[in-house]
């Protein structure tokens, strides 16, 4: 069996292009802000948008960087601003030298004076405001037009702050509901689950005192765009580059090539050992109708759920677990992969596997509840996933129109453009 060709659609060009100014107040968007926290689930649906928009080679990322080591892993509910403040007041009070000598070796020990964090990109700025709205309109003439994307909660205020300060020079894009104050963004783009509570099954099932914090407290409205699951990067561009950069590893495995996305629990969606076991004996169960099967862990996956995973198949001639080392095989496995089962727990990486079309199975979803189980409902209802059973015959190719949210939502967003006399160029 060979790899079926189901890729994800090409992103739309561009468009005709526009006069970089015109009658009003028109122009041209050619460049793109990112602003990220810092984490990789967020961040990579901000570069999805982005590459979906045509503007991948012509972005700037900026980072909010929280601080690390000691107590603050227990301060990461602050506001991003008090939090600093509260870092700064701590780290005044471990620079004297005689409380340290006291208190060290005792509940401070683990405060690290330091907070120099590498992020590895030399081109990731720290995210600030000022150096934001100074870049677009500094540049403006030059470099025309900016679209701002930004993903996750320490994002929202700075996001908001700078098309407050530049509505003239840029379009401000959030990812991931910020909650209240809908009107601080151009466009808001969120997951259809995050709205599962204002659903009347939602009503029935979410605590009233809890509704306010998990959901938006109002519907939709028109600067709202709803996906089925979570942006990504993984578009046909990307897997093509991917499919010839594992070819050598990938592409002679007997097939079909079945890979194992194992997440980790979640508040919503908690599991432990006993899903592991579930999985153990699925997997065996459909052995024979699989040629290979390659598993890989998350970051987020229980050391006794992956114990139990290794145990069972680490020697197993079928079997290949990743060990973690790069280079991460994820995109060679999105390319080459005739099947995937992977965790209820991750949107993520069931948005991406959803994205190629082939066969996606999903195990653990009675595991999950509220939006989950409404994000998981849609994947059924649209034929992109189907449970894991054990009972399956893993040749069965059976395919859906790939999920193609990142491409939905760059076509919506030329729209409001285009009404107000913007073009992306």
């Known amino acids: 069996m060979s790899i079926r060709p189901l890729w994800p659609p090409?992103?739309?060009?561009?468009?005709?292009?526009?006069?970089?100014?015109?009658?009003?107040?028109?122009?041209?968007?050619?460049?793109?802000?990112?602003?990220?926290?810092?984490?990789?689930?967020?961040?990579?649906?901000?570069?999805?948008?982005?590459?979906?928009?045509?503007?991948?080679?012509?972005?700037?990322?900026?980072?909010?960087?929280?601080?690390?080591?000691?107590?603050?892993?227990?301060?990461?509910?602050?506001?991003?601003?008090?939090?600093?403040?509260?870092?700064?007041?701590?780290?005044?009070?471990?620079?004297?030298?005689?409380?340290?000598?006291?208190?060290?070796?005792?509940?401070?020990?683990?405060?690290?004076?330091?907070?120099?964090?590498?992020s590895g990109?030399?081109?990731?700025?720290?995210?600030?405001?000022?150096?934001?709205?100074?870049?677009?309109?500094?540049?403006?003439?030059?470099?025309?037009?900016?679209?701002?994307v930004a993903?996750?909660?320490?994002?929202?205020?700075?996001?908001?702050?700078?098309?407050?300060?530049?509505?003239?020079?840029?379009?401000?894009?959030?990812i991931q509901h910020p909650r209240y104050?809908?009107?601080?963004?151009?466009?808001?783009?969120?997951?259809?689950?995050?709205?599962?509570?204002?659903?009347?099954?939602?009503?029935?099932?979410?605590?009233?005192?809890?509704?306010?914090?998990?959901?938006p407290r109002e519907p939709p409205g028109p600067n709202v765009v709803l996906t089925a699951g979570a942006l990504h990067q993984a578009d046909s561009a990307t897997l093509r580059i991917a499919a010839t950069n594992w070819h050598d590893e990938l592409a002679s495995l007997p097939k079909p090539l079945v890979v194992v996305n194992i997440g980790g629990p979640t508040r919503n969606c908690n599991y432990g050992v006993e899903l592991a076991k579930q999985l153990v004996s699925s997997l065996n169960n459909v052995?024979?109708?699989?040629g290979s099967v390659r598993i890989s862990f998350s970051r987020r996956t229980p050391q006794k759920v992956s114990d139990l995973i290794l145990k069972e198949f680490s020697t197993h001639p079928k079997f290949y677990i990743w060990d973690g080392e790069e280079p991460n095989p994820h995109l060679g496995h999105l390319a080459w992969a005739d099947a995937f089962i992977i965790t209820a727990d991750s949107v993520?990486?069931?948005?991406?596997a959803c994205s190629t079309g082939k066969p996606v199975y999903v195990v653990g979803t009675e595991h999950c509840?509220?939006?989950?189980?409404?994000?998981?409902?849609?994947?059924?209802?649209?034929?992109?996933?189907?449970?894991?059973?054990?009972s399956e015959d893993m040749s069965d190719n059976w395919s859906c129109p790939p999920l193609?949210?990142?491409?939905?939502?760059?076509?919506?967003?030329?729209?409001?453009?285009?009404?107000?006399?913007?073009?992306?160029?």
């Open 181 to 215: 104050r809908l009107d601080r963004f151009d466009l808001v783009v969120t997951p259809r689950h995050d709205y599962y509570a204002l659903t009347a099954k939602g009503q029935q099932e979410v605590p009233w005192l809890f509704r306010r914090w998990i959901t």
């Open 369 to 390: 509840r509220w939006k989950f189980s409404d994000f998981h409902g849609t994947l059924h209802k649209r034929g992109a996933a189907r449970p894991f059973t054990g």
């Open 348 to 352: 993520s990486m069931l948005s991406e």
């Open 151 to 174: 993903c996750g909660r320490d994002t929202i205020s700075y996001a908001g702050s700078v098309r407050c300060l530049a509505p003239d020079n840029v379009f401000v894009i959030q």
């Open 10 to 118: 090409e992103p739309p060009g561009g468009g005709d292009r526009a006069p970089e100014i015109f009658a009003g107040g028109g122009g041209t968007v050619r460049r793109a802000v990112v602003i990220g926290n810092g984490c990789a689930g967020a961040e990579n649906q901000c570069l999805g948008l982005v590459r979906a928009l045509g503007l991948a080679d012509r972005l700037t990322l900026f980072r909010i960087i929280r601080p690390t080591g000691g107590i603050n892993k227990w301060l990461q509910f602050l506001p991003i601003s008090l939090h600093r403040i509260l870092d700064q007041v701590l780290r005044n009070i471990l620079s004297n030298t005689t409380f340290t000598t006291l208190f060290q070796g005792k509940l401070l020990a683990p405060y690290s004076v330091s907070n120099v964090q590498s």
């Open 287 to 290: 052995l024979e109708t699989c």
């Open 404 to 425: 193609n949210d990142a491409i939905d939502v760059a076509a919506r967003v030329r729209e409001v453009l285009r009404g107000r006399g913007w073009t992306l160029g």
């Open 121 to 148: 990109l030399s081109s990731v700025l720290e995210a600030d405001t000022k150096k934001i709205v100074t870049l677009v309109r500094d540049t403006f003439e030059k470099e025309g037009l900016a679209v701002v």
